[in-house]
């Protein structure tokens, strides 16, 4: 009975050993190995096999993990104390530096950040703190990774999660973003009232171009026309005198007679009481009489010659 109960309880201490013998090391973490108070190295991933008597284990997470540093009051190069809170990304980098070169991480990180953080916006003024936040964030990470490259890890990012100025500049700042909107609504208006302007003489110049061009075209149509009536016109007199030169060519000498006593008849039917008779009036009765038989009553006879026959 005794020796069973002395076989059990050296078999739970030998189960028990062989439990805190063994460590299982997940892929994103190692141990850093103590033996006797010296570090003998790094361990895992995978089974990792230790003296539970005279071994000591560390465990580093390789993740990139973050911390966040609460907000911290700095004052800037123009004498603005300003609050702001960030979080910092760091990643270990060499886990048996991570263990042996700093005691507490997490603390020391977040008294170096604010103690850099001051640093950075000391040497910034206010309206830079507000508009170059990427630019801080650069700075900060800098400054970071070379305090903690000493210590195995790597300060990856540095994000500037909030800003809070005093109240005075706070409402300082919203009005001159009023402002700025003010002005910025009066220059839209200023540039909208320009470009109608442009697009309304644009407009009345192309309706004068058109006026100007439909004038012109007009007065070219009408000058055309009356070219085109003054030929045809001109054509006209042209055939009627062709026409008359024509019928002239078929009068004899008699039939001229004839239309020159019938215009002096209707000369001596009008009422004037004196009359201009042309010269060759004497020609024409005699040319009147060779027409007519020498016994006919009513005209005088043929004057004797007077060539001395």
Not at 137 to 164: F, Q, S
Not at 207 to 217: D, F, M, S, V
């Amino acid at each position: 009975m005794i020796i069973g109960i002395v076989i059990g309880v050296v078999a739970f201490a030998a189960l028990f050993v062989g439990a805190m013998s063994v460590r299982i090391v997940r892929e994103y973490q190692r141990i850093v190995l103590f033996r006797l108070g010296r570090v003998i190295g790094t361990r895992g991933p995978g089974l990792v096999f230790i003296n539970p008597a005279i071994d000591r284990t560390n465990w580093v997470d390789l993740r990139e993990l973050y911390l966040e540093i609460p907000s911290q009051t700095a004052i800037t190069s123009d004498n603005a104390p300003i609050s702001i809170d960030f979080i910092i990304f760091y990643k270990v980098m060499d886990p048996q530096t991570s263990v042996l070169a700093v005691q507490n991480f997490a603390g020391a990180a977040l008294n170096i950040a604010a103690t850099t953080l001051r640093s950075v916006v000391g040497d910034m003024a206010l309206d830079d703190v507000l508009s170059k936040r990427e630019e801080m964030n650069a700075v900060l990470r800098v400054r970071l990774d070379d305090v903690t490259e000493r210590w195995g890890v790597k300060v990856t990012n540095v994000e500037v999660r909030e800003i809070n100025p005093p109240p005075g500049v706070l409402e300082a700042m919203t009005r001159q973003m009023s402002a700025e909107r003010t002005r910025r609504a009066q220059v839209t208006e200023a540039e909208g009232q320009k470009a109608a302007a442009i697009l309304a003489a644009e407009g009345q110049r192309q309706a004068a171009i058109t006026l100007a061009e439909g004038t012109q075209k007009a007065t070219v149509l009408a000058a055309e026309g009356d070219r085109q009536a003054a030929i045809l016109k001109a054509q006209g007199f042209s055939g009627g005198l062709e026409k008359i030169l024509e019928v002239a060519r078929t009068l004899d000498e008699n039939t001229l007679l004839l239309q020159y006593l019938d215009t002096l008849k209707q000369v001596g039917s009008s009422p004037s009481t004196k009359f201009v008779v042309p010269m060759e009036l004497s020609s024409l009765l005699n040319g009147l009489r060779s027409l007519v038989p020498a016994e006919t009553p009513g005209l005088p006879a043929k004057p004797p010659s007077t060539n001395g026959s």
